[in-house]
């Protein structure tokens, strides 16, 4: 077996790591370390370090300073810190030294980019060193302090100076955040067999779970170890989508977990209405409930359909209102979520009620609850005949339009907008 630790704050590698490690060939008597780490630590014997590109090293030099000189600066300054050179991901400086060419040949014999920035851009960086010197040379009040901290991060090295007399280089050294990582999946509507492979992989993938505690306990067991879960109960589906995004913030690879298709009444729109572009996001789809009850009841979704939600707790009710009436005129098989609750036990009725006005009695309507769950039930009915009190929130209701018919027992709607002809 192998295990993965962690030194300090979390760090993202730059490189897709398939999880559950690849076994590594050991001997009887024990098993390998893997040790992600940018600090300067020497292997065990039976451990193996990995060095995630997380530093950045800004450098400032006056004209002609020798790469001897910009080298041994930052490889002591690494080297005091208890830091690896190995983790340095490139170095910085001020567009005016971009053909520095000590700065550009250490940069070379690093193995890494000599990145600059405008002198604009680093006046804004708000550094503990600022110097009037560089602020003469160049415009800026800083150059190694502020081009590492261009991109954010922790300052771990604060400016410092060579050793030559004069001194010709500056260097200061960041800990950049590792980028993360929001995964938004859907679970599909309960049974296992729903839910889908690439959901499996990002659940198996994350560092953090964010959910609500039942939806967590679907899917607990395929977690891997270590993976620290964050659940919540009803009602706190802003504070969740807000945790997953913080999370992902500090570097961590997060799902963020909801029923059906997360993007359907449910946490991928709360979620990223707070991401912006610092994090990586993912969507992961899911078979929605209305999917699902469709299955069950025969293909009552075969022509134009839509989905409303009756719950008025965040929508007024006058546009709910407005949008099931434009449903019923334009024709449309109507899915109904959220139909009822104790606290709300009218909407429905006024839902259905607007749906005939424009439909006949007979119209086809499809009631279905927990669909794919242990407790599954549906049964065909029609419009004038269901009974709003048998129907409650974990039920979806599907009114056919004037096309839908039953024919089995099965709710069928046509792919065309009439029946067509049987030829001999």
Known sequence: MSRALLDGEPVALRAEVAWPLPPLPVADEGAYTIRVTDRLVEPGEREAVLRPPTLVVGVGASKGAPVDEVLALVEGALREAGLSAASVAELATVDAKA???GLVEAARRLGVPLVTYG????????????????LAAVGTPSVAEAAALMGGGELLVPKRKSAARPAMAT??????PGRG????VGLGPGARDLLTPRAKDELRRASVLVGLD???DQIRDLLRPGT???ESGLGAEEERARTAVAEARRGQAVALIGSGDAGVYAMASPALAEASDDIDVAGVPGVTAALAAGAILGAPLGHDHVSISLSD??????????RVRAAAEADIVVTFYNPRSRGRDWQLPKALAILAEHREPATPVGVVRNASRADESSRLTTLAALDPATVDMMTVVTVGNTATREIAG???TPRGYRWQEETP
């Open 214 to 216: 039942q939806y967590v």
């Open 119 to 134: 002198a604009g851009e680093l006046a804004r960086v708000d550094v503990p060193n600022p110097s009037d010197a560089p």
């Open 228 to 230: 620290r879960v964050l």
């Open 410 to 412: 099965r709710m069928v």
């Open 171 to 176: 260097c200061a050294v960041v800990r950049r």
């Open 313 to 322: 707790l965040h929508t007024p009710w006058e546009v709910i209102e407005r």
């Open 181 to 184: 990582r929001l995964a938004v």
């Open 99 to 101: 053909g520095e060419e």
